[in-house]
């Protein structure tokens, strides 16, 4: 087993610094309360995201999560529940969770930086972007789910029938 170094890593730049010079040359909404957060909001197709962007010194992480509303009723909750363990199979990089006291979906997944390595902005991009393309690729399987009363495996079906052109 390694042990990590008790030593603080220097860095040249603030992990989350990069972040916001992202959000600041995309003109997104975003406000850093804290040296190691940024709040950034982005709109969607179908609705709008909160991503918070958070460097873990100790775990020398940048993490990422993006969350939208859900509004789950309680009698829909377990449904949504094993929607997200469908999705969470069919994922490779980052994973759903379902926050039921904030009724809340969100999408995690977290850039390892250990050893004082530094994220570039295309590597902070693309971690943004892969959480925006599930929320997005994801948030009509959960209106299903909720509204239409949908089983998650007919939602998960429904939002991965992939169509070709436009009408």
Not at 122 to 133: M, S, V
Request: hydrophobic share 45%; net charge negative.
């Amino acid at each position: 087993m390694l042990i990590a170094s008790e030593k603080s890593i220097e860095r040249s730049e603030h992990p989350v610094d990069v972040v916001e010079q992202l959000a600041a040359s995309n003109d997104w909404s975003f406000d850093r309360d804290d040296e190691d957060e940024i709040s950034i909001i982005v709109a969607g197709a179908w609705t709008e995201y909160h991503i918070a962007f958070t460097w873990l010194p100790d775990l020398e992480t940048l993490h990422v999560s993006c969350a939208f509303d859900v509004k789950a009723p309680e009698l829909r909750r377990t449904e949504v529940t094993r929607l997200i363990g469908a999705i969470n199979e069919q994922m490779w990089i980052g994973h759903f969770d379902f926050w039921p006291d904030q009724s809340v979906v969100m999408h995690r997944h977290g850039l390892l930086l250990s050893g004082g390595a530094h994220p570039s902005a295309p590597q902070c991009a693309a971690l943004l972007d892969n959480a925006l393309r599930a929320c997005e690729r994801h948030y009509q399987a959960f209106q299903f789910v909720l509204w239409a009363g949908k089983s998650a495996k007919e939602a998960l079906e429904a939002v991965n029938f992939d169509t070709l052109g436009e009408a």
